[in-house]
């Protein structure tokens, strides 16, 4: 049963301190999604990727976060230096997309279990 | 511009009751259409999933929704809930042949025992 996996599931960390978060996306997939989930904003898109390339962060504060995919079976979000508003669960989810409009796997995310963020 | 609205954010049930979650979007052209499902504690799964034809969709665990494109609808349907439906329900919506997702709000829902 393919999954996607996060690491670590929980950071705790303090005010001014990098972190890094890593996802594997199930292994043939060609996108992959980073997304923050809070009480008060609800489910926000940061970043993706299409074969490996970003194709829109704009929902990232650019100032202090950066997202990669160093290769096809590792993508990092990292946050540097961090601030205790970035608390928060991050996901990442992953999909195969050829932009077709047929039925099938196009077009749907497989999320991982999230990293629980607390930066105090 | 695109966006996914959700019209409860709360809903609270009794065991064998019936459920329906309300969701529009606002998108030009054609959409593909989602509901994901996120258990306490856990990462979001999808339930079902809408692209083309029939616009009666059915999904795990008993669950289904209809495509009323006159209403840029997809609403979510149970016939008689349980328990174990306890979770926070996210409607999600994408231009077709596009890449991005648009999440709702999110409705959470509680069932009695």
């Known amino acids: 049963d393919a999954r996607v996996t996060q690491t670590p599931r929980d950071k705790v960390t303090e005010m001014g301190q990098e972190v890094t978060m890593r996802c594997q996306p199930i292994l043939g997939h060609n996108t992959v999604f980073w997304y923050r989930q809070t009480m008060m904003q609800g489910l926000e898109l940061l970043a993706y990727f299409r074969n490996r390339a970003p194709l829109d962060d704009s929902g990232m504060p650019k100032d202090r976060f950066s997202a990669e995919m160093p290769d096809a079976t590792l993508a990092t979000l990292k946050i540097q230096p961090s601030e205790p508003r970035d608390s928060a669960v991050y996901f990442c989810?992953?999909?195969?997309?050829?932009?077709?409009?047929?039925?099938?796997?196009?077009?749907?995310?497989?999320f991982g279990p999230g990293t629980r963020l607390t930066v105090l | 511009a695109q966006s996914v609205s959700q019209h409860n954010h709360h809903v609270i049930l009794s065991e064998a009751a019936s459920l329906e979650l309300g969701c529009n979007y606002s998108?030009?052209?054609?959409?593909?259409l989602f509901w994901y499902v996120q258990y306490p504690g856990q990462h979001l799964q999808l339930l079902l999933k809408?692209?083309?034809?029939?616009?009666l969709v059915k999904g795990i665990k008993g669950f289904e929704a209809e495509f009323i494109k006159s209403k840029f609808s997809f609403n979510l349907r149970k016939p008689s809930v349980q328990w174990s439906d306890t979770a926070e329900y996210f409607c999600?919506?994408?231009?077709?042949?596009?890449?991005?997702?648009?999440f709702g709000a999110g409705t959470r829902l509680f069932v009695k025992a």
């Open positions: 989810a992953s999909g195969l997309d050829w932009g077709g409009t047929s039925g099938g796997h196009y077009n749907e995310q497989f």
């Open positions: 998108y030009g052209g054609t959409v593909n």
């Open positions: 809408y692209f083309s034809g029939d616009p």
């Open positions: 999600a919506a994408r231009r077709t042949g596009g890449f991005k997702t648009i």
